[in-house]
């Protein structure tokens, strides 16, 4: 009996070169003519730890084969090409022959279609080797390899392969086999995209979550019991990891066959042929990461891992809290950079090129946007990976639309977390992503931060552009971030910030420049560009503990709207401060003697300019506390609007000179812990949710709320600097986040 292996690769050299050492009769056929001639010439070399041996052997292209095929054909082509050997073998078998499949994936019927259904007989082959040349096969160790039929039964054809090659045995069980190793396949899919051995990515805490969901996504479609193999138990995925790593480490075989084909050979791998009909978001995500690679548009690396990794926590903590507007497979982005392969989400008011941007309305434009933001340009060209949109409030304007609800607090998911960034602010709480873009116009980053317990930065107005950001009210509106810790925030400011404005922590141009503080202040306006950890040093750069002096508005703190709680919070954070050799200073000013006016006055201004940007807009599809806005924004006559517009002028007069001779301005970003529901914005029932936040929006000053330690849920401490200074506000929110312990934090990255 002669056998014909179709494919002499890894496997098919192995198991080819095992048969005519042990004296079968065995004609190879590959279709690289290159193979061919290397066989033909000098025969099948085995090499590694397992043997050595090298054997002679006939070596054919498929159009040389025999027209008419009566013994087993052993098909161990990539999967990707099995349709195009199943073609090769159509009306070629005669009598009793039949087809072996020993390639990885689920093959049998695509085989099946073009010789028969009753011709094919399944192997499960999980040894590892590698091609080192044509020729030559690197054997790296002994593992799992069973054939069997299809339908179990234990056939004389199925007995006479395990007799004749080598390791091989038979089984009634070959479809759990070949269902386990899917899904261990799928395992190994994931670690070829990084450049890390096999057993390094299996023993890395930080991808196990990763690594067992995609197992998990393959077993939840076996429509047979999946079998134990080489460590890989489908009833203990989680003591799979210990055993495959250990496994692997013993294997010669460091990476997959994926890994080579993208690193090495860089050609297309058989991952879509072999995951890419199986259902299962992570899974999809894997295909297009790969594919990814295979175009060239990234390179094998870890921060890969880490998107990846990113897309599982997505779905398994994002998705419940209705944080997730939309997934990115595979982003496009600059090879390196600042922000080099972080994930980043942004607000779904924010342009995707591809994504339709949802404003968290079902009255949005359905479409996939044409073009990126500026920001999300910005982003990619820093090496970003924007890997989803982020669910917010509907039109950023405060009220969540019932078709698309609102998001919940990963604090306590009974609560809200905030609006109108609230995805964005609870997929870093809940540690999905340590970098993420909010919109905020009257407290929408900074509100959402305080909820959550996670850092909001609204930057100086105009620092960050916000072309293709859907306005809500353009001449209050900011972008800004929600982040993990202050480093992430001033990561992303200088990333992104306008060239030149500011990205040194210098006012912007035709502003007021900043006065220096007392002497032994921090200079807010310092034009050296600080260290890269903007807490890390002083001012001057020197080691050390800095100092700096507070400006406390105390007329915030006794604010009717400030629960205990809150009050409690902020007072013992500044407390801490002071503690810790920091100056404060208790402010009045006339400013702050009626905040409620303030209030009020944002509300004018912003339901105003939310009135022009909605004209002949589809608002009757709007949710009602949005049209009730918008209908507020209608009634605002010229006069009161430029009353308005004259008042700011004079709050933003009023704040500079309340920043002279401190730092810093502090008070609570938010006078109460995350409600159940999202407060009203500029309507009479108004909460006094944006009292503390708004001003700032009027003014343009940057203000950043940090989590400080509070009873039950989260609170936030808010610190405002001088307009253009940014990193000289982040400067002392960094040093202020190293001294106050912030609220126990769910486990990131888990």
Not at 323 to 352: F, H, T, W
Request: charged residues 20%; proline residues 8%; glycine residues 12%.
């Amino acid at each position: 009996m002669r056998y014909v292996v179709l494919g002499c690769g890894a496997i098919g050299g192995t198991v080819a070169a095992g048969l005519v050492r042990d004296g079968h009769d065995v004609l190879v056929s590959d279709a690289d003519p290159a193979v061919v001639d290397a066989v033909n010439a000098r025969g099948l070399r085995i090499e590694g730890p397992v043997e050595n041996f090298t054997v002679p052997a006939a070596a054919t292209t498929p159009d040389g084969l025999p027209a008419g095929l009566d013994g087993p054909v052993l098909i161990a082509v990539k999967a990707q090409h099995t349709a195009a050997a199943a073609a090769v073998l159509a009306g070629r078998l005669r009598g009793d022959g039949y087809v072996v499949s020993l390639q990885n994936g689920l093959n049998a019927g695509i085989l099946g279609a073009a010789v028969g259904p009753g011709r094919v007989v399944e192997a499960c082959v999980n040894f590892g080797a590698d091609v080192l040349e044509p020729g030559v096969v690197l054997r790296g160790n002994r593992a799992t390899f069973v054939v069997g039929e299809l339908d179990g039964r234990l056939t004389d054809r199925v007995r006479s392969l395990a007799a004749d090659i080598a390791d091989a045995q038979a089984t009634e069980h070959v479809l759990g086999y070949l269902w386990a190793k899917e899904a261990y396949g799928a395992m190994l899919a994931v670690t070829a995209v990084s450049d890390l051995p096999i057993a390094e990515v299996l023993d890395d805490p930080r991808y196990q979550a990763l690594l067992l969901e995609a197992a998990r996504q393959v077993l939840a479609q076996a429509p047979v019991p999946p079998v134990p193999i080489d460590g890989f138990d489908p009833a203990d995925l989680e003591g799979s990891l210990g055993r495959l790593a250990e496994f692997n480490r013993r294997s010669a075989k460091t990476h997959t066959g994926i890994y080579r084909d993208l690193a090495v050979r860089h050609r297309p791998t058989e991952v879509a042929a072999i995951l890419g009909g199986l259902d299962g978001a992570l899974l999809r995500r894997v295909v297009e990461l790969v594919q990814a690679i295979e175009r060239g548009g990234r390179s094998c690396s870890r921060a890969n891992l880490d998107l990846l990794a990113a897309y599982e926590r997505l779905d398994r903590l994002g998705r419940p809290l209705n944080a997730v507007a939309s997934v990115i497979g595979a982003p496009e982005r600059a090879p390196g950079g600042p922000l080099a392969g972080q994930p980043v989400a942004v607000k779904d008011i924010i342009a995707v090129a591809g994504v339709p941007t949802g404003c968290g309305s079902p009255a949005s434009d359905p479409g996939p946007a044409e073009r990126d933001a500026v920001l999300v340009s910005r982003l990619r060209d820093a090496g970003a990976d924007v890997f989803a949109t982020a669910q917010c409030l509907e039109y950023a304007a405060g009220f969540a639309h019932p078709a698309v609800g609102d998001t919940r607090n990963p604090r306590d998911p009974s609560r809200t977390s905030g609006g109108s960034s609230g995805g964005s602010a609870a997929l870093v709480a809940a540690g999905v992503c340590d970098l993420a873009i909010g919109t905020d116009t009257g407290g929408s980053v900074r509100i959402p931060a305080a909820y959550c317990g996670v850092v909001g930065l609204k930057p100086t107005h105009g620092l960050l552009p916000t072309g293709g950001i859907f306005p809500l009210s353009p001449s209050c509106d900011h972008a800004g971030t929600l982040t993990a810790s202050v480093p992430g925030a001033a990561g992303l400011l200088m990333a992104l910030a306008e060239p030149g404005l500011a990205a040194a922590g210098r006012a912007k141009p035709g502003r007021a420049e900043p006065r220096a503080a007392d002497p032994g202040a921090a200079d807010p306006g310092a034009a050296d560009p600080g260290p890269a950890d903007p807490g890390a040093a002083g001012p001057g750069g020197e080691p050390g503990p800095v100092t700096f002096t507070v400006g406390v508005l105390a007329a915030q703190l006794t604010d009717p709207s400030v629960t205990a709680e809150v009050h409690d919070a902020v007072a013992a954070a500044l407390a801490g401060l002071a503690a810790a050799g920091w100056r404060l200073q208790e402010l009045t000013a006339p400013w702050l003697d009626d905040l409620i006016h303030w209030e009020d006055m944002l509300a004018v201004i912003v339901a105003r300019e939310a009135w022009l940007v909605h004209q002949g807009r589809e608002v009757n599809r709007y949710a009602a506390g949005t049209r009730g806005l918008l209908a507020f924004g209608g009634s605002v006559g010229e006069e009161r609007y430029a009353r308005a517009l004259q008042q700011r002028a004079e709050l933003m007069a009023a704040v500079d000179a309340s920043l002279t001779g401190v730092d810093v301005l502090a008070g609570p970003t938010v006078g109460f812990q995350a409600p159940e529901e999202d407060p009203p914005f500029g309507l009479d029932d108004d909460s006094g949710e944006g009292r503390f936040t708004g001003p700032y929006n009027l003014t343009g000053h940057p203000a950043v709320s940090l989590p400080v330690p509070a009873a039950g849920l989260p609170a936030g401490l808010q610190l405002a600097g001088r307009r253009g200074a940014d990193l000289a506000l982040l400067r002392v929110a960094a040093a202020a986040e190293q001294l106050l312990t912030p609220p126990a934090k769910l486990p990131a990255h888990t």
